[in-house]
């Protein structure tokens, strides 16, 4: 997580999270195919983070602060490769003006919950059966395209560690 301040108020934030096993452009963007394995999994756990989600308080929305925010926030991430997917893709690029390269639009074969199920990830319950979004969440974003963007993140890696900022433990920025 990191948070953006501007004098003593926290007005922005972006929460990165473990990646979901299983997205159609990830695969295609680094040539992946096949099964999980156990060790496939913690190799994607420690090359790739999620971000997840990114708010701006709507007073500093549209001020440019955005894409210098959540590129300084991937910079900082510990992770050499940060993807995120999103249906804002379409309307507005700022993840491209952060840094973050568009690999293409998520997209299923119909409307079903269990294809839309797949866009996320295909997350799996304990038994190892793929488990299904919620039929709320499937009745709000069930048209939904979004988009995946990939952030190479490997030129920022700090050597140092005492100079390291680890996503999942909060930095902050503070914008002037």
């Known amino acids: 997580m990191t948070l953006l301040w501007h004098s003593e108020k926290p007005i922005g934030i972006c929460v990165f999270t473990v990646p979901p096993i299983s997205l159609q452009a990830r695969n295609r963007y680094f040539g992946r195919s096949g099964k999980w394995t156990r060790v496939s999994l913690q190799v994607l756990n420690r090359q790739l983070v999620m971000l997840s989600r990114v708010v701006l308080h709507p007073t500093y929305r549209g001020a440019g602060v955005a894409a210098p925010f959540i590129r300084r926030s991937c910079e900082t991430c510990s992770w050499p490769w940060v993807e ?59 048209y939904a395209q979004p988009v995946y963007y990939i952030f190479d993140n490997r030129q920022n890696k700090v050597a140092d560690t005492q100079e390291e900022t680890n996503c999942k433990e909060g930095s902050q920025e503070e914008v002037g």
């Open 84 to 142: 995120t997917l999103t249906e804002m893709g379409h309307m507005n690029p700022f993840f491209e003006r952060s840094g973050f390269t568009r690999v293409g639009i998520s997209r299923t074969k119909s409307s079903t919950r269990e294809d839309h199920s797949a866009i996320y990830g295909g997350r799996r319950n304990k038994h190892g059966k793929p488990q299904l979004i919620s039929k709320e969440t499937h009745r709000k974003s069930r």
